[in-house]
């Protein structure tokens, strides 16, 4: 990707971000309250910083482990492929389980990771984006729980890069450039 300089304008506060987290870990809570074998699943590299947050603000037994996939376009957006570059460590067959995604963009990602996991016996499963683009959807998928709906802004930061840059801003920005 060419350099061009850009700023960032925060969209979404730090503090709104929490807030929100604390609501929605409220609504997990609930849904899984009768689970004692909960496996929350972060989608790397985006989700690292969410997941985070989110585990620490939900009072369930949990474990935590990752799975990075990644989809890559054959000329026809609706049919991209995605793979799975690093698999979960653990076996999830007739464990409740909660994907943690950074955001929902054409669908593609937890679409395909969802099937996946549902095809190795898990059980209960659900997922949760702190983030959603409905105008950039391709497949119809929707996440469980939804942090904030967006328009189809270029954002960065709490997980989500430019160019692998600005994942570590505490809060979710918009990028605007300036030449
Ligand atoms: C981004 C994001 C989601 C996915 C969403 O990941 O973190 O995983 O794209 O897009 P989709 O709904 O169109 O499938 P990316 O491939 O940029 O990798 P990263 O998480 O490592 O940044």
Known sequence: MPERPYVIDEMISAKAI??????????IADEFEDTDKLVVVGLLRGSFVFIADLV???????????????????????????????DL???????????VEDIVDTGHTLNHVTQLLR????????????????????????????????PDEFVVGYGIDFAQRNRNLPFIGKVRFTD
């Open 18 to 27: 929490a807030a929100r987290i604390e609501a929605l870990c409220r609504e």
């Open 56 to 86: 620490r603000e939900l009072d369930l037994p949990i474990e935590v482990d990752f799975i990075e996939a990644s989809s890559y376009g054959d000329g026809m957006e609706s049919s991209r492929e995605v793979r799975i570059l690093k």
């Open 89 to 99: 460590r653990s076996g999830i067959e007739g464990r409740d389980v909660l994907l």
């Open 119 to 150: 095809t190795r016996g898990s059980a209960r499963l659900r997922s949760i984006a702190l983030l959603d683009k409905p105008s950039r959807r391709e497949v119809d998928f929707r996440a469980d729980w939804t942090g904030f709906e967006i």
